[in-house]
């Protein structure tokens, strides 16, 4: 077995059988094989139990397993999670806004990721740039336009921009609450709707569960799936905005399944340290090279996601 320290990052060529006893950290992100495409060898079948196992006698009780998957396995992990105790948080799906298996009856579009904790982990609010997060969604931006023209055209509403922007006072007048909302908490104050839509656009906006982003236009996708460095990888934007979620900046990240590196690249731009396994030569020796390079990076004067 390999190991290979790259600043913050400690990569191992080798099974995640064989490195997870010998480790610590406080977090598990990783894209397991999910066991259906037979024609790849990278999806070869891994010790689930030991996995699961480990993660429970390692992770902190604060600590995540986070999980990309689909089908049968990626069920079936959810399942053996929550038998073994862990609490099961949140399930973000990520729109890919495009399909990769376009021969298929129906074009898959998306992709899901289950957040566990092992016991009183909390998921972080995260800020998403504006226009990051509404990319695609070219009528709610017209609409918020449309919200701050029609405040702006009244004196009470302009005053309360004013307000918001000279005093920082947010929320409306009345405490109104909803008894239709399940999930608010009584006497919540409401913001006004239109400091609200500046406020997220100077703020950035709370991450979704659902994700939508893509590192191409429309146009670019199809032919940018192609030059990818392996065959399954992630974006690192993306990964980054979920690392966020679960974890803090000098957090330890490990990846059992690490491919071709995105996630420690995704670690290493928001302050995370990172451990990733792989099996592959192939794939060991391109992370190592994108982990180097994103070290070589210019140093962002704040970290993204901090």
């Known amino acids: 077995m390999l190991k290979k320290v790259i600043g913050d990052a400690t990569l191992y ?27 790849h060898d990278f999806d070869k079948e891994f010790d ?137 908490q009584p006497g919540i104050l409401h913001p006004d709707r239109a400091n609200a839509t500046i406020k997220s656009i100077s703020g950035g906006m709370n991450e979704r569960s659902l994700i939508h982003y893509s590192e191409k236009s429309i146009l670019e996708i199809g032919a940018d799936h192609y030059k990818n460095e392996h065959p399954t990888e992630k974006p690192v934007r993306l990964a980054e905005r979920i690392i966020a979620l679960i974890s803090d900046p000098g957090d330890t990240i490990y990846d059992p399944f690490m491919g071709s590196g995105a996630f420690g690249v995704a670690c290493i731009n928001t302050g995370r340290k990172y451990i990733g396994s792989e099996i592959s030569q192939e794939y060991f020796d391109i992370a190592c090279r994108r982990i180097k390079e994103a070290y070589r990076q210019p140093q962002l004067s704040e970290v993204r996601n901090a």
Request: aromatic residues 12%; glycine residues 4%.
């Open 48 to 184: 689930e139990q030991l996995l699961f196992e480990n993660a429970k006698r390692i992770l902190p009780d604060n600590g995540f397993i986070a999980l990309f998957g689909r089908g049968t396995s990626f069920y079936r992990w959810n399942t053996c999670l929550a038998d073994m105790g862990f609490v099961f948080k949140e399930e973000l799906v990520w729109d890919k806004r495009y399909t990769t298996a376009p021969c298929i009856a129906l074009s898959r579009i998306h992709e899901t990721v289950s957040l566990h904790t092992k016991k009183n982990g909390k998921i972080r609010r995260s800020k998403v740039p504006y226009i990051e997060q509404k990319q695609f969604d070219l009528e709610s931006i017209i609409n918020d336009i449309k919200r701050i023209k029609s405040a702006i055209n009244s004196e009470a509403g302009l005053n309360k921009i004013k307000d918001y922007l000279q005093n920082g006072n947010y929320f409306t007048e009345d405490n109104r609450t909803d008894k239709h909302c399940v999930s608010q």
């Open 13 to 39: 060529h080798g099974k995640m059988e064989d490195v997870i006893p010998t480790i610590q950290f406080d977090h598990i992100f990783s894209d397991p094989p999910y066991l259906y495409i037979k024609t």
